[in-house]
C-alpha cells in the first residue's frame, strides 16, 4: 500500500460547482498533514495546513480524519484559476522529509 | 520572501555525459531536497541535505549523487545521464526541523538525455 493515496482525476466540474477531493495515508504515526497546489508547467506551491479540528481559508475547507486516516480538501463555489493539480502531503515527524500524494487534477471549466 | 532558484529550465544532455543540477536558496534554510516528477509517478525523493556536507538518500538515490559545501547552495550530480533520467528535477528547501515547516520549491528543471 503506497504511503499517500489520491484519486488523481481529472476532476471537471462547472464553474460555480463545489468539489471534494480525498486523500489516505498508511503511517498512523504522521503528525502534519498539508494540501500543495501545483499549477500546470510550476512548482508545488503550499495551499494550506490541515489541522485536526479542520480549517478554512476563504473558499478552500481541510479536513482530518485521523481515525480513519484520511485528509479531504473542499473547494467551494470553484473558479477558472483553480484548475491544477492539488497534491495531499504528510509528515510522520520534524527530521523526515514530507511524504507527497500523486496529486488528483482539477479543471474548472467555464 | 523566500527564493529558491534552479540553475536552468530547461536542459538538453546526451547519454553519458555528467550533469551538475544547481539550486540556491536565499533564506538560509537548513533543509535542501532533490525530487523528480514525472506523469503517473509524482514526485520522488532522490536526495536530501540537513547540514552542510551532510546529505541523506532518498527513495530513488540510484544513479544520482548530491553536494553541499555552502547552506544556500545543494547540487545534484548525473554522474553519467542515461535516457531514464529524463525527468523534471525539482529543489526545495525548509527553514528547520518543525514537521509544521513550509517546504519552497524552485521553478524546476526540465533534463532531456538524448
Known amino acids: 500500500r503506497k504511503e499517500v493515496e489520491q484519486d488523481p482525476g481529472p476532476f471537471n466540474v462547472p464553474e460555480g460547482a463545489t468539489v471534494a477531493f480525498n486523500c489516505t495515508y498508511s503511517?498512523?504515526?504522521?503528525?502534519?498533514f498539508f494540501w500543495y497546489r501545483q499549477d500546470c508547467r510550476k512548482e508545488p506551491k503550499l495551499l494550506m495546513s490541515?489541522?485536526?479540528s479542520g480549517n478554512e481559508d476563504g473558499r478552500f475547507t481541510a479536513q482530518l480524519n485521523r481515525a480513519s486516516q484520511y485528509i479531504s480538501l473542499l473547494i467551494r463555489d470553484s473558479k477558472l484559476s483553480d484548475s491544477a493539480t492539488y497534491l495531499c502531503?504528510?509528515?510522520?515527524?520534524?527530521?523526515?522529509?514530507?511524504?507527497f500524494g500523486k496529486g488528483t487534477r482539477l479543471s474548472v471549466i467555464a | 520572501d523566500v527564493k529558491v532558484t534552479q540553475s536552468s529550465r530547461y536542459l538538453v544532455k546526451r547519454t553519458g555525459e555528467k550533469v551538475f543540477l544547481e539550486c540556491v536558496q536565499d533564506?538560509?534554510?537548513?533543509?535542501m531536497f532533490w525530487y523528480r516528477q514525472d506523469p503517473g509517478l509524482g514526485l520522488r525523493l532522490i536526495y536530501f541535505?540537513?547540514?552542510?556536507?551532510?546529505?541523506e538518500k532518498g527513495d530513488i538515490p540510484e544513479g544520482y549523487s548530491v553536494s553541499r559545501e555552502k547552506k544556500e547552495r545543494f547540487s545534484l550530480i548525473l554522474e553519467s545521464a542515461s535516457t531514464n533520467q529524463t525527468s523534471m528535477y525539482l529543489c526545495?528547501?525548509?527553514?528547520?526541523?518543525?514537521?509544521?515547516?513550509?517546504?519552497?520549491f524552485g521553478p524546476g528543471t526540465r533534463l532531456t538525455v538524448l
Open positions: 526545495a528547501s525548509t527553514l528547520g526541523l518543525e514537521e509544521t515547516d513550509t517546504q519552497y
Open positions: 503511517n498512523s504515526a504522521s503528525q502534519s
Open positions: 490541515v489541522y485536526s
Open positions: 502531503v504528510v509528515s510522520h515527524s520534524g527530521n523526515t522529509p514530507l511524504v
Open positions: 533564506m538560509d534554510h537548513e533543509n
Open positions: 541535505s540537513y547540514d552542510v556536507k551532510m546529505k
